[in-house]
């Protein structure tokens, strides 16, 4: 099944220049776009590459590497950069701009569970922590979901020659989240499925839902962009109601742009969600990763 769209302009160029882009044609968007540049800025802290994880001995070979990992992360750097990126979240114009500028300086903060639920992708654990701040889960959820993005990153670069080759599974084979984006990359347009998160990128055959693993071809279909044709389009799945967005690249994204071109694309989530295609709302894996403090005597 092939539906047209009506699309919007397409991403490109490196990381910066397609954030100060997007800052100028969308100045909606510029609250998140801040806070996102306050992460790349964080990122070149080379002192996250200490974060070297250790992986479980018991992971099964399906199961993304950082599954039940144990990675060491200073309590006071967590706690510095969290508290650090909520007080400029908390300078934005919105709603929750004042909780989160007093979730920042509260005592109640628990920058290490929270940096961990986020990982875990753990919706109850991140409510309960956000209960105990004094703010709305939504709106810290969104402010640590990029203060983890730094940490995910360097676990990924650490991990990246462990990615098993063979991996033909639908979500990151590093941190387990589904994919935000695919490439359909170079002239051979080879599909690249794209973590938002560690930047991880990994293969999978064209024909095949990431998220229910169909590979029945009558139940996959594509939502075509009315002006670009395959280079933007999302592609469907009537077994699950998934849809995953796929855009045309000569070029790899660099880890720090894709979740520029997931937030330059909404156009397409919105054309999805439109059709009644959605996201999973559950993770492929209880991760059940634990940040532990280097300082501290191991107790196992
Ligand atoms: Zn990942
Ligand atoms: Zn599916």
Same mark, same amino acid.
């Given at each position: +099944? ?5 699309? +919007? ?15 100028? =044609? ?5 609250? *998140? ?14 002192? *996250? ?6 992986? =479980? ?34 300078? /934005? ?30 919706? #109850?654990?991140?409510?309960?922590? =956000? ?22 990153? !360097? ?5 990246? #020659? ?16 589904? #994919? ?21 990128? *990994? ?12 590979? /029945? ?15 933007? $389009?999302?592609?469907?799945? /009537? ?5 995953? $967005? ?5 070029? !790899?994204?660099?880890?720090? /742009? ?25 993770? =492929? ?16």
């Amino acid at each position: +099944m092939t539906v047209r769209l009506p699309i +919007m302009s397409r991403s490109g160029g490196g990381a910066r220049r397609q954030l100060d882009g997007l800052a100028q =044609a969308h100045p909606e968007w510029r609250s *998140w776009l801040n806070l996102y540049a306050e992460t790349l800025r964080a990122s070149e802290d080379p002192t *996250w590459a200490d974060a070297v994880p250790v992986l =479980a001995n018991d992971r099964s070979p399906i199961a993304p590497l950082l599954l039940g990992a144990r990675v060491p992360l200073s309590p006071r750097q967590a706690d510095a950069w969290v508290r650090h990126l909520l007080t400029i979240a908390g300078r /934005e114009e919105g709603p929750q701009s004042g909780a989160l500028a007093a979730a920042a300086e509260s005592d109640r903060l628990d920058a290490v569970a929270l940096l961990e639920a986020t990982i875990n992708q753990d919706a #109850p654990r991140l409510a309960a922590l =956000a209960d105990a701040a004094g703010v709305d889960p939504d709106a810290l959820g969104a402010v640590v979901q990029l203060a983890a993005l730094p940490l995910l990153r !360097a676990c990924a670069r650490t991990l990246a #020659p462990l990615v098993p080759q063979a991996w033909n599974g639908g979500c990151c084979p590093v941190c387990g989240a589904w #994919p935000a984006v695919a490439e359909s990359r170079g002239l051979e347009r080879s599909r690249r499925l794209r973590c938002g998160r560690c930047g991880t990128d *990994w293969g999978l055959v064209a024909l095949r839902c990431p998220f229910c693993g169909t590979d /029945e071809h009558t139940q996959l279909g594509s939502l075509i962009s009315e002006t670009e044709g395959e280079a933007r $389009k999302v592609e469907t799945c /009537e077994t699950c109601r998934g849809y995953v $967005k796929s855009v045309a690249t000569l070029r !790899a994204w660099s880890p720090e /742009e894709v979740p520029l071109v997931d937030l330059a694309s909404v156009d397409l989530d919105l054309a999805a969600i439109d059709r009644d295609f959605g996201r999973p709302t559950a993770s =492929a894996f209880d991760l059940g990763l634990r940040l532990t403090d280097p300082a501290a005597v191991p107790t196992s």
